[in-house]
């Protein structure tokens, strides 16, 4: 089934079922695909929340150094969400990530456990990121309402 007649809730959701089965198979570079793309959307669903719309067409890395710089804004709290600390982890993840990627075609070698390690880790931090995202799109949804109400 071609993912663009997918509605985006269900996309997402196969997605998450596409990164099990890959860490089930152990195809940790097709999990770590996953992971790169589901947390590039996510970060892009948050800059169109804050209406950072240009921004969220940056590239991946450009988005997290804009969210590091929103993760302290008191607006909609999210602050509290412990943004901040979070991304620093993605963008260490990312670094990981990209040596991989880029040793497939200069013929470096990796370990499967250095492989299933940056997995592991990407499967945690979609997860957690998701979280975080989804709890502060929310709060932002609720706070634009109740602005409309008024």
């Avoid at 589901?38 to 970060?43: K, P």
């Avoid at 901040?84 to 497939?104: A, C, F, P």
């Avoid at 997995?119 to 931090?125: C, N, R």
């Avoid at 799109?137 to 109740?146: E, L, Y």
Wanted: charged share 35%; net charge positive; aromatic share 8%.
């Amino acid at each position: 089934m071609d993912s663009k007649n997918i509605p985006k809730g269900d996309n997402y959701s196969l997605q998450i079922k596409k990164l099990a089965r890959a860490m089930r198979g152990k195809f940790y570079l097709e999990a770590i695909f996953i992971e790169f793309a589901i947390l590039e959307d996510r970060t892009s669903s948050l800059l169109r929340h804050l209406n950072m719309k240009r921004k969220s067409k940056l590239m991946f890395n450009p988005k997290i150094k804009v969210l590091k710089e929103v993760a302290n804004y008191t607006d909609y709290k999210i602050n509290s969400y412990k943004l901040g600390e979070l991304l620093i982890e993605i963008d260490k993840w990312r670094l990981d990530r990209n040596k991989y990627v880029h040793s497939l075609v200069r013929n470096n070698t990796y370990s499967e456990e250095e492989l299933e390690d940056c997995a592991q880790t990407g499967k945690q931090l979609v997860k957690n990121f998701s979280r975080k995202v989804r709890l502060i799109n929310d709060r932002i949804d609720r706070a634009k309402n109740n602005k409309s109400k008024v």
